[in-house]
C-alpha cells in the first residue's frame, strides 16, 4: 500500500506572479501604517517591484504625485530612506478617486495594466468601513471587473461583520460575485509567526499533543491584553466594543488552534476543516458566562489617562465595553469539562497575548504538609507577544534538608534564538498573493464564530468598569472556578 504524500504549502517559495494590487482605504490609518510598509519591505526582498503595480482608491480627489506623498510619508515614518521612497513610489503607486466612479477605474486598470504590460491578474484589497462594502463590491461587479482572463482575488479586512446576519449577508453578497477559492478575510494574528507556531508546536511535537486534552488539561486560558486606549479610532470602536474587535476574531482563532484536531493535510481545506469544527462544538456563550466592563481614569505607564466615558468622540453614557472575559464550553471528546478562559482589554497594564495551559494536579499528593502548599500544577506558558517564546513550568525540590517544594521553568525565547520576527501584514500578503488561503478566515468560519456570541455582542445592560492601568474588574475572577486558580497575570497583581 503506498503512503500518501503531503505536500509542504508552496506560499514560501512560490513565484508571485505579476499583478495590479488595488488598494481601496488607500488612505486609511491601516493602508499608511501597514500595508503600504509591508508592500515596499516585501517588493524589495522578494524583487517582484517591475512586475507589480498598486492603485490607491479612496475618497478624498488628488493626482497620482499627492497619493505618492502620502504613502512616500508613510514610507519614511516607518523606518525607510527618503531618496528609496521616493523612487519607489513613482515607479509602482497610482491612485484614483472613488467619487469618480467604476467606470473610470475600469479604464485606469486598463491603462495601467497596458502600460507596465501586466497580466490581468488583479489582487482588490478592501481595507475599508464595512459599511463601505456594499458599495464597492457592486461596484466592482457592474463595470465587470469581478472576473478577468487572469486571475481575481479579493481581500476583506476585519471587522466581517458586526453580528452573525450582517456576516451572513456580507458572505452572501461576496458570494454573488467571488467564488470562495477568491476570498481572502483577514485576520492579522493568523499571520504571527508565534499563532502559526501553535500547529508546530501541537502536530510536530508528539510528547505534549499526547497530553492535550481532557484526561490532562484542567483548563486553558488565553489574554489579549493591550496598554492603549482607542489612538483616534473612537468611532469605530464605540460601535463594536473589544467581543467585537478582539474576541470573535483573534481569541476565537487561538482558541480554534490550540483546540483542534490534527488535520488531515497541511493544507488551507483541511486546516480550515478542523478549525470550523472546534467552533461548531462551542454552544453560544450565555450571559453568565461573561463579565464586561469599561476603563475610568487611571495610568497607561507613566501617564495619566481618562475614563472611556471621558474619551474624545465616545457617545455619552456610552455601554460599549473595553473589557470582557469569558468562559467557554468547547463541548467535544476532546475537551469535554476543560473551561476555556478568554480575556481581553484596553488600557490594561502591560502588552501580553498568552495561552496558559493548565495540567491537572496530581492525583496523590505526596509532600503535603512538608513545608509545601498544593498549589503548583504544571503550566504552559504560551506567549504569542511580546517576549514571545514558551515557558514549562514544574515542581522541583529546594535543596538541603526537609522537603519543600518551588516551581521552576523550562524556558525558550524566539528572540534568543531567531531575532526579530517578519511582520504579519507581509506573510499575509504573499499568502493571497500566491493564493494559498490557509492563514484567511473561511466563510463558515467567521459566521460559526458571531454564532457562538451572538448573546453577548448584543449585551447592551451597564458595564462594570476597571481603572485604566489595572488587570480589569475583580468581578471576572467569579468566572474561574478550578480549586486555587487564578487568572494569570492576576487581576489584583
Ligand atoms: C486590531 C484591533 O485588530 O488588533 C485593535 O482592531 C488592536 O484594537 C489590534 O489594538 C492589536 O493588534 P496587535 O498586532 O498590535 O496585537
Not at 492579522?188 to 509567526?193: F, M, N, P, Q
Request: net charge negative; proline share 5%.
Amino acid at each position: 500500500m503506498s503512503t500518501p504524500q503531503h505536500p509542504a504549502p508552496a506560499s514560501a517559495t512560490a513565484e508571485i506572479e505579476s499583478h495590479l494590487l488595488v488598494l481601496f482605504g488607500a488612505t486609511g490609518d491601516l493602508a499608511k501604517r501597514k500595508l503600504i510598509p509591508a508592500l515596499y519591505s516585501l517588493m524589495k526582498r522578494r524583487n517582484f517591484d517591475d512586475t507589480t503595480r498598486i492603485l490607491g482608491v479612496a475618497g478624498s480627489v488628488m493626482s497620482d504625485e499627492e497619493y505618492r506623498e502620502i504613502a512616500r510619508r508613510a514610507l519614511v515614518d516607518s523606518g525607510v530612506d527618503e531618496h528609496e521612497a521616493s523612487g519607489w513610489c513613482a515607479d509602482v503607486i497610482t491612485y484614483l478617486s472613488v467619487k469618480e466612479g467604476f467606470d473610470a477605474l475600469a479604464a485606469k486598470i486598463d491603462r495601467i495594466e497596458q502600460a507596465a504590460d501586466l497580466p490581468r491578474n488583479r489582487a482588490y484589497y478592501l481595507a475599508i468601513p464595512p459599511a463601505a462594502f456594499d458599495d464597492t463590491i457592486g461596484g466592482l461587479a457592474s463595470v465587470g471587473l469581478h472576473e478577468s482572463d487572469g486571475w481575481t482575488r479579493v481581500v476583506v479586512e476585519k471587522p466581517f461583520g458586526t453580528d452573525l446576519d450582517s456576516a451572513v449577508e456580507l458572505n452572501a453578497l461576496l458570494h454573488t460575485w467571488f467564488d470562495e477559492s477568491q476570498i481572502y478575510r483577514i485576520d492579522h494574528y493568523l499571520a504571527k509567526e508565534t499563532v502559526q507556531n501553535l500547529l508546530v508546536f501541537r502536530f510536530a511535537n508528539p510528547l505534549f499533543e499526547s497530553a492535550w486534552n481532557r484526561d490532562r488539561i484542567d483548563s486553558v486560558e488565553i489574554t489579549f491584553a493591550e496598554t492603549l486606549g482607542l489612538e483616534g479610532r473612537a468611532g469605530y470602536f464605540d460601535s463594536a466594543g473589544i467581543v467585537r474587535d478582539v474576541v470573535q476574531n483573534h481569541l476565537f482563532q487561538i482558541m480554534t488552534l490550540i483546540a483542534m484536531e490534527p488535520p488531515v493535510r497541511l493544507n488551507a481545506g483541511a486546516i480550515r476543516d478542523e478549525k470550523v469544527k472546534v467552533l461548531k462544538s462551542i454552544y453560544p456563550v450565555n450571559g453568565e458566562d461573561v463579565v464586561r466592563a469599561q476603563y475610568t481614569a487611571g495610568s497607561a505607564g507613566e501617564e495619566e489617562v481618562p475614563g472611556y466615558l471621558e474619551e474624545d468622540g465616545i457617545s455619552p453614557g456610552s455601554n460599549t465595553e473595553t473589557y470582557a472575559a469569558m468562559r467557554i464550553c468547547v463541548d467535544n471528546w476532546r475537551w469535554r469539562g476543560v473551561p476555556f478562559y478568554l480575556r481581553a482589554g484596553k488600557r490594561l497594564p502591560e502588552r501580553l497575548t498568552q495561552v496558559v495551559v493548565r495540567f491537572k494536579r496530581p492525583p496523590v499528593f505526596l509532600f503535603d504538609g512538608q513545608g509545601t502548599p498544593r498549589l503548583h500544577a504544571n503550566v504552559m506558558y504560551i506567549t504569542l507577544q511580546p517576549d514571545e517564546g514558551f515557558d514549562l513550568r514544574f515542581d522541583v525540590k529546594i535543596p538541603g534538608e526537609g522537603l519543600e517544594l518551588v516551581p521552576q521553568s523550562l524556558s525558550f525565547r524566539y528572540g534568543d534564538v531567531f531575532g526579530d520576527l517578519p511582520e504579519a501584514y507581509e506573510t499575509l500578503i504573499v499568502d493571497f498573493l500566491v493564493g494559498d488561503q490557509t492563514l484567511f478566515v473561511r466563510a463558515d468560519e467567521a459566521e460559526e464564530a458571531w454564532r457562538i456570541l451572538e448573546s453577548v455582542v448584543d449585551l447592551d445592560s451597564e458595564p462594570g468598569s476597571y481603572p485604566a492601568g489595572s488587570w480589569g474588574p475583580l468581578a471576572a475572577d467569579s468566572l474561574i472556578t478550578g480549586e486555587g486558580d487564578h487568572w494569570h497575570p492576576q487581576h489584583d497583581s
